[in-house]
Nanobody, 121 residues
Framework: QVQLVESGGGLVQPGGSLRLSCAASGSIFSINAMGWYRQAPGKQRELVAAITSGGNTNYADSVKGRFTISRANAKNTVYLQMNSLKPEDTAVYYC???????????????WGQGTQVTVSS
């Protein structure tokens, strides 16, 4: 079994900051890419940011310069630092990780349960 547990969401005013965390646990052999997605009401889930095991990053154009993704490999944890938040950043944020479990030969994608981020005055 593998679990992804997110934390750090909440209500913040425009221009404010939040830091999301996502910790993977369970029978893990290795973790490849990790990332954050978000889904706003009535919209499709979209990639926000991703990071490879080697530290290469990728961001959606809408968050470049405001969000920073990072990871602590020893803790199987990925972070998303969100600065200069805008109302349009309001969404449920989901953690994703491509994980190879122990005794398995192939990796698979796993998802967290989601954490609500609301940007409003």
């Amino acid at each position: 079994q593998v679990q992804l547990v997110e934390s750090g969401g909440g209500l913040v005013q425009p221009g404010g900051s939040l830091r999301l965390s996502c910790a993977a646990s369970g029978s893990i052999f290795s973790i490849n890419a990790m990332g954050w997605y978000r889904q706003a009401p009535g919209k499709q889930r979209e990639l926000v940011a991703a990071i490879t095991s080697g530290g290469n990053t990728n961001y959606a154009d809408s968050v470049k310069g405001r969000f920073t993704i990072s990871r602590a490999n020893a803790k199987n944890t990925v972070y998303l630092q969100m600065n200069s938040l805008k109302p349009e950043d309001t969404a449920v944020y989901y953690c994703n990780a491509n994980i190879r479990r122990k005794s398995f030969t192939r990796a698979a994608d796993y998802w967290g349960q989601g954490t609500q981020v609301t940007v409003s005055s």
